[in-house]
């Protein structure tokens, strides 16, 4: 069981990217699923997360800007990145939280915004 995260690279800033976190079909129905940060040297910090009724939260930095969303036929969460910054730069996961206080993390994807 495993999350797979894919959609970083490189971009310019004001520029966009769109990550996708692709989960198993009960996971992707049943859990919260989270995208998280980390800019090396520093703790994750969360980025947004979509509850399975489609609620959403936003870390500050990012709100106007990212825009988390489901995908049901695909099982996938994606986040739209706009007007992305330098300081936007860090390795993204996505992360679902399980029962049990339990969490699942799929692999980084590195996001590298040159000024």
């Known amino acids: 069981v495993q999350l797979q995260a894919s959609g970083g690279g490189l971009v310019q800033s004001g520029g966009s990217l769109r990550l996708a976190c692709a989960a198993p079909i009960t996971i992707f129905r049943l859990n919260d699923i989270s995208w998280y940060r980390q800019i090396l040297g520093n703790q994750r910090e969360l980025v947004a997360k979509?509850?399975?009724?489609?609620?959403?939260t936003y870390g500050d930095s990012v709100k106007g800007r990212f825009t988390i969303s489901r995908d049901r036929a695909t099982s996938t969460v994606f986040l739209q990145m706009n007007n992305l910054k330098p300081e936007d730069t860090a390795v993204y996961y996505c992360k679902a939280d399980l029962l049990g206080f339990r969490s699942l993390w799929g692999q980084g994807t590195l996001v590298t915004v040159s000024s």
């Open positions: 979509i509850v399975p009724a489609g609620t959403t």
